[in-house]
């Protein structure tokens, strides 16, 4: 399976931005997925899960109530929508299956294929 992380960007603090992930090789559906970040000199963090069919979700507390992350099995895209964006959001940002569909795993070694990550700066 391959996954295409996209949508990265620049904003300004307060800011929107909404990453895509795609994946392509075996449907979506066969997966939970999760979204990572890791910060020049700072471990991969965990940001937000969610479950195959989208009905379980699990996200950061540094995160929550400013993104949602969804996704639509029909175009094998998992979406996570950033509002209020923060300077400490910024980082590099990655998608990752989890061949567990109910998973909401906040470990990354939990993770079985990850995409290439896309890279978000906020500025204050």
């Known amino acids: 399976v391959q996954l295409q992380a996209s949508g990265g960007g620049s904003v300004q603090a307060g800011g929107s931005l909404r990453l895509s992930c795609t994946i392509s090789?075996?449907?979506?559906?066969?997966?939970?997925m999760g979204w990572f970040r890791q910060a020049p000199g700072k471990e991969r963090e965990f940001v937000a899960a969610?479950?195959?069919?989208?009905?379980?979700?699990s996200s950061a507390d540094s995160v929550k109530g400013r993104f949602s992350i969804s996704r639509d099995n029909a175009k094998n895209t998992v979406y996570l929508q950033m509002n209020s964006l923060k300077p400490e959001d910024a980082a590099v940002y990655y998608c990752?299956?989890?061949?567990?569909?109910?998973?909401?795993?906040?470990?990354?070694?939990?993770?079985?294929?990850w995409g290439q990550g896309t890279l978000v700066t906020v500025s204050s």
């Open positions: 990752a299956t989890n061949n567990n569909p109910y998973s909401r795993s906040l470990i990354p070694s939990d993770y079985d294929s």
């Open positions: 090789g075996r449907p979506l559906s066969s997966y939970a």
């Open positions: 969610i479950s195959w069919s989208g009905t379980l979700t």
